[in-house]
């Protein structure tokens, strides 16, 4: 049994009973926990979809048809009815939490692999503002794949997991370049061998003198970390 029949035939049965309600008054915790715990398919709310049901699911409940479109997921879906809920409302209103808990439970239980670890150094879209680097600070928290903390103090969420809301920075050097790694009060000479070796470390280095180690990998992509070898 997947969530989407789920939720269909459950829908189905409380408007065949003559009953109406809204999403605020259904105990979405509870029975996205008791499928959950009943070892429920969850995979199917996460792929993609060309055609969505148009009654008795929980599509019904989005009051905007430009919430979905072909080619997203039934979470895609439910992930921008939570954006457009929260900009209706404040942003701790009882619906956009109730359905947070929901994508949450669902994500968290489904296992699937994020592009990004936590502690991981991206970049994050800030929409007309631009992009602004950060880390990685949760993954899945309140519906969202991604939580960052951004570099001037700041936490967003990413919405998708995809390179309109969260990428890779554009790094300085490339593969070959010289460059000075700092370690303790000294600045140590090596070559940049691979860009994004272990996704969220920028660079790997090779350094010129072995006996202090002969790689070093670079955190973050900073002067005070890297810079160009001074000959």
């Known amino acids: 049994l997947c969530v989407k029949s789920f939720m269909t035939q459950f829908m189905r049965q409380f408007f065949d009973n003559g009953a109406s309600c809204s999403l605020s008054s259904v105990a979405l915790e509870s029975i996205v926990r008791e499928l959950l715990d009943a070892g429920a398919d969850v995979s199917p709310f996460f792929e993609p979809l060309e055609e969505y049901p148009n009654d008795f699911s929980a599509l019904s ?3 905007c048809s430009d919430l979905h479109e072909p080619g997203m997921s039934m979470h895609h879906v439910m992930l921008n009815f939570l954006l457009w809920q929260r900009q209706l409302e404040d942003h701790d209103s009882a619906l956009a939490n ?3 808990g929901v994508l949450e439970s669902l994500a968290k239980k ?3 692999k994020l592009r990004f670890n936590v ?6 879209s800030l929409g ?18 991604y939580r960052i903390f951004l570099d001037h103090g700041t936490f967003v969420a990413a919405p998708v997991d995809s390179d309109e809301y969260i990428r890779h920075p554009e790094l300085r050097f490339s593969v070959g370049d010289r460059v000075e790694c700092q370690k303790g009060e000294e600045w140590v000479p090596g070559t940049v061998t691979k860009q994004w070796p272990d996704k969220g470390i920028p660079y790997e280095i090779v350094l010129d003198v072995h ?3 002969q790689f070093c990998v670079m955190p973050f992509d900073w002067d005070k970390f890297l810079r160009a070898w001074r000959e």
């Open 110 to 112: 489904s296992g699937i």
């Open 128 to 145: 007309c503002r631009g992009w602004v680097g950060g880390v990685v600070a949760n993954q899945w928290v309140d519906g969202y794949p």
């Open 61 to 63: 409940f989005l009051r």
């Open 98 to 100: 109730k359905v947070g």
């Open 211 to 213: 006996d202090e180690g």
């Open 119 to 124: 502690r991981d150094w991206i970049e994050a």
